[in-house]
């Protein structure tokens, strides 16, 4: 099983970053694990104050943009494991405004990749982990089986997806030119605490809880597959403990859901003995542009490669997640 030192996460206050750092703690107890966050407007200092707790931890505020600061954090701390959460994450803002995509996602990744190659020509070898998304694949045909696996070709629909692709290609560029040692997971839509609340389940569960219908674009039959954080965050931890190096694993959650079914998932366990009724609960809007059909993962690689992993029910962690809204419902204030 292999083991690191000194591991530097880059997105850390991030919804999955910060389960990765909460998780790291516990499987890697004597790493030393530093944080390079540039805390933008989807992290909370609840989520901050949270970590800050942690042992052997520490916060660097930074910002992937600028070259300079991504290098000395890797002169400094020598990192023997590097996990990228670093982005901009969120469709919807990609299509209003793109340039903040293109400076993080893809110039903030090759800033991460020279840095890496530097610390490598010091006679240190560490492993970069790169975190995607499954929207590099683009979507696939609603009413048909088909899945995406690692040899799906890119086609990548939105700014975001786009950046993310890029970002993809770059790292295993660098691999192949410079010799970095990679990882690259490309996982479905995540949902647990602590995500922002633009994104689709977060947004709904305060809207619910609030009395407020929630909004829907287009006929809501877009379909995807939802996973949740702590068990990406497990698989990722699995792949980096392994013999994993210089491959890809494609990471889902094997629950497709269009996306009227998961509002009532969340209906009914926010109003457990009420009638649903869609026209309470949703109100349709205009369809996103080129907005993704459907998202479907086949992840048997991954599962061959780590074999049996515990997996607890999308319903009971739907239900955790709701519970966490609920006592939590300050946490972006
Ligand atoms: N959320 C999902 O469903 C999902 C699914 C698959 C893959 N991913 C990928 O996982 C990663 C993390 O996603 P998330 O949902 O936690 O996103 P998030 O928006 O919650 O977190 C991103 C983090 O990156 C930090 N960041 C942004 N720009 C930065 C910069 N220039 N320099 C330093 N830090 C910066 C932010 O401050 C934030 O802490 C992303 O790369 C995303 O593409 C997300």
């Known amino acids: ?35 390079f966050d540039s805390q933008n407007y989807a992290t909370s200092l609840h989520t901050k104050e949270l970590l800050d707790t942690i042992e052997n931890y520490i916060y660097i505020k930074s910002d992937i943009r600028h070259k300079d600061q991504v290098i000395s954090a890797l002169k400094e701390f020598s990192p023997d ?35 890496t190659r530097l610390i490598q020509d010091d006679g240190e070898n560490c492993i970069l982990h790169h975190v995607s998304t499954d929207e590099v694949f683009g979507d ?30 770059l790292v295993r ?8 040692n990679y990882l690259i997971t490309n996982c479905s839509n995540n949902f647990g605490p602590r995500q922002y609340t633009e994104k689709l389940i977060p947004k709904a569960i305060n809207l619910l809880l609030d009395n407020k219908k929630v909004p829907i674009y287009g006929n809501g039959k877009n379909i995807r597959d939802w996973i949740y ?27 497709e859901l269009s996306n009227v079914e998961i509002i009532k998932e969340i209906v009914s366990i926010i109003h457990p003995s009420g009638q649903w009724n869609l026209g309470e609960y949703i109100a349709f809007v205009d369809d996103r542009k080129g907005h993704d059909m459907r998202y479907a993962i086949d992840d048997t690689k991954m599962r061959n490669f780590l074999g049996k992993v515990d ?20 946490w972006w204030e």
């Open 81 to 115: 494991l590097i996990v990228n959460f670093a982005a901009e994450s969120h469709v919807d803002n990609s299509i209003e405004s793109a340039e903040v995509f293109i400076d993080t996602n893809i110039k903030g990744t090759f800033n991460i990749l020279e840095a």
């Open 173 to 180: 560029a660098w691999a192949r030119t410079y010799k970095i």
């Open 229 to 255: 954080v702590g068990e990406h965050v497990d698989r990722l931890i699995d792949l980096q403990m392994s013999s994993a190096k210089n491959d890809t694993y494609l990471i889902g959650g094997n629950n």
């Open 1 to 35: 099983m292999r083991d690191f030192k000194s591991i530097l996460i880059f997105g850390g206050l991030g919804f999955i970053g910060s389960e990765y750092i909460l998780k790291a703690r516990k499987r890697f107890p004597d790493a030393k694990i530093i944080n």
């Open 140 to 169: 696939l045909d609603l009413e048909g089986t088909a899945k995406f696996s690692e040899t799906t070709p890119y086609d990548p629909s939105s700014p975001y997806s786009a950046s993310k692709a890029a970002s993809d290609h």
């Open 311 to 330: 997996k607890e029910s999308f319903s009971d962690q739907l239900q955790s997640t709701v519970t966490w809204y609920q006592k939590n419902l300050d």
